[in-house]
């Protein structure tokens, strides 16, 4: 029996992208028994994978966690993040280890010289090249999603307006340079022109509470009703950033009849449920290897620019300090 560990600590996306691999390894080595090693606030990506045997999460020191994990005589270890913290945890497991090309010199010369020199070949692809020494293989099957049963969202959570069909606008995003700014947002949201859920976390809510306001309606306004109608005026806002966790945001997307969001977690658990996807880019680019995988999506980036990408992950603020990459987005789609 092969004992495998593999390790990846961050980001949500990122372990919603390493789900190809526990997979594989799982349904052509059935007699293995598969653990995986992530921060413990990543924990419910993992917690409802059938494919996983143990999860194992990093609170403490990397010392103690090495301690804890040496005592399942592990036979290899598959690092699927690939950084200082997982080369130290493998010379303390001392055991057999593999990881994936990252690619680090090639995204550095793209972001810093505008030399394109990075391979044709998504992030899951090139994670597969760390379990290739095992006869493990890509299955083409795409993203997995595993959605515990007590975080399904019921439709009844919802307000009625919401309860048939609705499009979700993810606004989150870990860094500045990856969100459109509001009055973005609220263009975004007047074009999508249907009911729309807004998911995001807490630090969202604030953003999101200002595209309520704009898009409420009024008793006061009653009036006004009637000319809406005639414009065939739509969008109905319910703001759930910051009132679910991840698998019940999981859900809502499940269910949505399409999503936007930019690139970020959110987007690559879609595209485990492919769901009809459209996605925004800022500082970042989907040549990065990052793009939905094995679904097919939208794309919204702004290619005029010179200065883009300015960051393999992102910043607080735009460097040039015009945003050109968001502010000059055009949103050209079609929803039925």
């Avoid at 950084?83 to 001392?94: M, Q």
């Avoid at 007590?150 to 860094?175: C, F, M, N, S």
């Avoid at 309520?212 to 414009?231: D, K, S, V």
């Avoid at 097919?296 to 702004?302: I, K, L």
Wanted: aromatic share 12%; proline share 6%; with cysteine.
């Amino acid at each position: 029996m092969l004992k495998v560990l593999i390790l990846r600590f961050s980001s949500i996306g990122d372990i919603v992208l390493t789900t190809p691999v526990i997979r594989a390894i799982k349904m052509q080595l059935p007699e293995s028994k598969v653990h995986f090693a992530t921060k413990s606030k990543f924990f419910p990506i993992l917690e409802a994978n059938p494919y996983l045997n143990k999860i194992h999460c990093l609170e403490g020191s990397l010392w103690e966690f090495a301690k804890q994990l040496r005592k399942e005589k592990f036979d290899v270890v598959i690092d699927l993040h690939h950084n200082l913290r997982t080369f130290l945890l493998k010379k303390l497991l001392g055991v057999k280890a593999y990881h994936f090309p990252k690619l680090n010199w090639e995204k550095w010369l793209y972001v810093n010289l505008k030399i394109n020199i990075l391979p044709n070949v998504h992030v899951v692809d090139r994670y597969f090249e760390a379990v290739k020494p095992l006869g493990v293989v890509k299955d083409h099957f795409g993203l997995d999603y595993f959605i515990p049963p007590k975080d399904v969202v019921e439709l009844e959570w919802l307000p009625e307006t919401h309860r048939k069909e609705y499009v979700v606008v993810a606004i989150g995003g870990q860094h500045f340079t990856k969100r459109l700014p509001l009055p973005k947002l609220i263009e975004l949201c007047d074009r999508i022109n249907k009911p729309i859920i807004l998911l995001g976390g807490k630090e969202d809510a604030e953003t999101a509470h200002q595209i309520e306001i704009f898009f409420q309606r009024y008793p006061q306004n009653q009036p006004y009703e009637e000319g809406l109608a005639q414009l065939n005026k739509k969008t109905l806002i319910f703001n759930g950033c910051g009132k679910f966790n991840i698998n019940q945001s999981a859900s809502i997307i499940q269910r949505a009849y399409a999503v936007f969001t930019h690139d970020t977690g959110l987007m690559h658990i879609a595209a485990a449920f492919h769901r009809r996807l459209f996605t925004i880019w800022g500082n970042t680019t989907p040549l990065f290897g990052m793009y939905p995988y094995n679904t097919s999506f939208t794309v919204f980036e702004n290619n005029k620019i010179s200065c883009r990408p300015c960051s393999k992950i992102g910043y607080s603020r735009c460097p040039k300090k015009h945003f050109k990459c968001m502010n000059d987005l055009v949103f050209d789609f079609y929803l039925p």
